[in-house]
C-alpha cells in the first residue's frame, strides 16, 4: 500500500502500462494487416496461435520485448565500450567489413570474435541461471551432484576461468580464431538446454548489424569510462563515448 512512496516503484508501474499500450498497439496493427506479414515472423507465430488466449498472446510478446531490450542494448554497449577502449581492435574489425555490404556483415569472422568476446567479459546476465539437477552427475574430480540438486554458477566466473581462457580478464577477440574446444564449451552467454535464451537469435541478429553499422561510419573513443553496476544485468553506467564521423 505504500508503493507509492517510493519513485522508482512509480517510475516501474508509469512504464509497465506504457509497454502493455505499445504491445496493445503492436496487436491491433497485426489484426488490421494480417495479410502483409511476414511469415515465420514472431509475432505472427503468437498471434496465429490457437494455444493462447488474448492475454496469453499479449503477456508472451511483452515478455519478448522487456527481456530483449535491456539485454542487447546492454550487451552492445558493452561491446561499443570495449572497442572504444582498444583502438587497433576496432580498426581492425572495420577493415574486415568495409568489403561487404549491411546484408554481410553477419558473415565476418572478425565481427563474430568481437561479439563473443565482448559477451565473454561482459556477460550481460552475470549470475547465470539456476537450474535442478536432471540426474545424478559425475564431476572431473570425482565427486557427486545427486539428481534434484539446485546448481548454480555464475556467467562472469565461468567465462573468466582462467584455467579456460588466457589472460581471461583482457579484451583479445583474435582468442576466437582457433579456440579451444574448452572455450568453445564454456562460452553459453543465452545458456543451454530447452530453457536457454528465446530471443537468441533476435539478438544476435541485432548486436551483429548495429555494432557493424556503428562502427564502419563512426570511430568511437572513450569519454567517460563510467562505472560497472549490477542488479538482475550488468551494465556501464555513466559511460560516454564520443563518435567521430569517418
Request: aromatic share 8%; proline share 5%; charged share 25%.
Amino acid at each position: 500500500m505504500f508503493a507509492w512512496l517510493i519513485p522508482e516503484r512509480r517510475r516501474a508501474i508509469q512504464a509497465a502500462g506504457r509497454l502493455r499500450e505499445l504491445v496493445l498497439e503492436m496487436m491491433n496493427d497485426y489484426t488490421q494487416k494480417k495479410a502483409s506479414s511476414t511469415p515465420g515472423s514472431i509475432i505472427q507465430l503468437v498471434m496465429d496461435s490457437d494455444a493462447f488466449s488474448l492475454d496469453d498472446k499479449m503477456a508472451q510478446l511483452l515478455e519478448l520485448l522487456i527481456a530483449g531490450h535491456d539485454t542487447t542494448s546492454f550487451s552492445i554497449a558493452w561491446i561499443l565500450l570495449s572497442l572504444a577502449r582498444h583502438p587497433m581492435e576496432q580498426t581492425k574489425l572495420r577493415e574486415s567489413l568495409v568489403s561487404l555490404s549491411p546484408n554481410e556483415y553477419s558473415t565476418s569472422p572478425q565481427l563474430k570474435a568481437v561479439v563473443k568476446e565482448g559477451m565473454r567479459l561482459y556477460p550481460v546476465a552475470a549470475a547465470g541461471s539456476i537450474r535442478e539437477a536432471g540426474r545424478d552427475f559425475t564431476t572431473s574430480r570425482n565427486e557427486i551432484i545427486p539428481k534434484g540438486s539446485i546448481c548454480f554458477l555464475p556467467f562472469i566466473l565461468q567465462f573468466r576461468n582462467k584455467d579456460i581462457f588466457a589472460e581471461p580478464d583482457k579484451f583479445l577477440p583474435d582468442r576466437w580464431g582457433k579456440p579451444t574446444q574448452e572455450m568453445v564449451d564454456a562460452l553459453n552467454p543465452f545458456s543451454l538446454g530447452k530453457q536457454n535464451c528465446l530471443g537468441q537469435s533476435l539478438a544476435q541478429a541485432e548486436t551483429f548489424s548495429i555494432v557493424a553499422r556503428i562502427i564502419t561510419k563512426f570511430e568511437l573513443s572513450v569519454e567517460a569510462e563510467g562505472k560497472v553496476d549490477f542488479f538482475l544485468t550488468l551494465k556501464p553506467v555513466g559511460a560516454i563515448l564520443k563518435a567521430r564521423k569517418i
